[in-house]
């Protein structure tokens, strides 16, 4: 299942950016949806997950209350609006998708399906 990442940049800290994925499937609705991110050199860390329908989220504590995840599944794509960005949310950003029966999934494993990675540059 082909996912495509875009709406990376640069941003200044304490500015925003939103990514957006388009899940190229005809069933998005099946599908949990996550963010995760690498910076260089650095293991791939999970960001944030939606379930089926946006009815439940969960985000790494060093996003929360900062990041929004959401999707439209009308239009087939997930979304991650991030604010009061900071230099250390610098990476490059993927999204990931999987049919599952559980909807917390928040491991690289856990996900069989990955969109291409956008950069995410945060200047202080």
């Known amino acids: 299942v082909p996912l495509q990442a875009y709406g990376g940049g640069l941003a200044q800290a304490g500015g925003s950016l939103r990514l957006s994925c388009k899940v190229s499937?005809?069933?998005?609705?099946?599908?949990?949806l996550g963010w995760f991110r690498q910076a260089l050199g650095q293991e791939r860390e999970f960001v944030a997950v939606?379930?089926?329908?946006?009815?439940?989220?969960n985000y790494a504590d060093s996003v929360k209350d900062r990041f929004t995840i959401s999707r439209d599944d009308s239009k087939s794509t997930v979304f991650l609006q991030m604010d009061s960005l900071k230099p250390e949310d610098t990476a490059v950003y993927y999204c990931?998708?999987?049919?599952?029966?559980?909807?917390?999934?928040?491991?690289?494993?856990?996900?069989?399906?990955w969109g291409q990675g956008t950069q995410v540059t945060v200047s202080s």
């Open positions: 990931a998708g999987q049919r599952s029966r559980t909807w917390n999934l928040v491991r690289v494993s856990d996900y069989d399906f």
């Open positions: 499937d005809d069933t998005p609705s099946h599908f949990v």
């Open positions: 939606i379930s089926w329908a946006g009815v439940s989220t």
